[in-house]
Each structure stands twice: as C-alpha cells, then as structure tokens.
C-alpha cells in the first residue's frame, strides 16, 4: 500500500513521525516527508501508517488509491 503526505496541508506536528519514524520524518522545512520509495509502506507498518492518519490534526496524511496515482 501506498501513502500520501499533502504537503499543502502539513503543519509540521510531527505526530505522524512520532508514531511511525520508519515511514516519515519532518524535514528542516517544517513539513512531513517520506523516507520510503514512493510512498510504499512496508506490511509490517501499516498499522502505525493507520494511527498516523488518524492522528495528524491537518488531515494530511492519506493511503493513495490506485486511481490516485500519478501515471
């Protein structure tokens, strides 16, 4: 599965890296990236990717549907 950061949207909090460091990280520009290929979490971080996006308080953060996904 694949997730999105909408960089428009993030405030920097960092709740997201707190919970799911393996996947995020907020950068000197105050805003969460992330630190896997294309967005591509890994199975066993799923569930933390899950808390993440129901933490963040911007609504940033969101799995990428297929459709969604650049071509």
């Known amino acids: 599965m694949r997730v999105r950061v909408d960089l428009d ?15 995020f990280e907020v950068r000197l520009d105050s805003r969460s990236h992330l ?11 799923e569930r933390a990717v899950d808390d993440a996006i129901a933490m963040c308080p911007e609504g940033a953060l ?7 996904a650049p071509q």
Do not use: K, M, N, Y
Not at 10 to 23: I, R, S
């Open 62 to 68: 969101a799995w990428e549907r297929d459709e969604d």
């Open 9 to 23: 949207r993030c405030q920097g909090h960092g709740l997201c890296e707190d919970v799911a460091p393996e996947v």
């Open 35 to 45: 630190v896997v290929p294309g967005g591509e979490v890994p199975s066993d971080s």
